[in-house]
């Protein structure tokens, strides 16, 4: 039986490729996030486990507000910051 894709419920645990899939990026970014301790994350045995209102709190930490030209306020992900 195949698994539903997208739709996840409050409370739900997702894999790393269903986290992937909610935060709407690569499976191997997530890798990269949880390896640089910047994803929330727990482990199942060897596996590992995210749930999803720890992923809601994260990009709502991760979201800055801006002001356009015209004056009015818009809501953005934080820009990627370059590492040497």
Not at 9 to 31: D, R, S
Not at 66 to 84: A, C, H, I, Q, V
Request: a positive charge; aromatic letters at 6%; charged letters at 35%.
């Amino acid at each position: 039986m195949k698994k539903k894709a997208s739709g996840a419920k409050p409370g739900e645990i997702m894999t790393a490729h269903g986290a992937a899939e909610y935060l709407n990026c690569h499976v191997g970014t997530i890798y990269r996030l949880v390896r640089a301790h910047k994803l929330p994350v727990f482990r199942l045995g060897s596996e590992l486990r995210f749930r999803q209102a720890d992923l809601d709190r994260w990009i709502d930490a991760h979201t800055i507000v801006l002001e356009d030209e015209s004056g009015r306020t818009r809501r953005r992900t934080r820009p990627k910051t370059k590492s040497r």
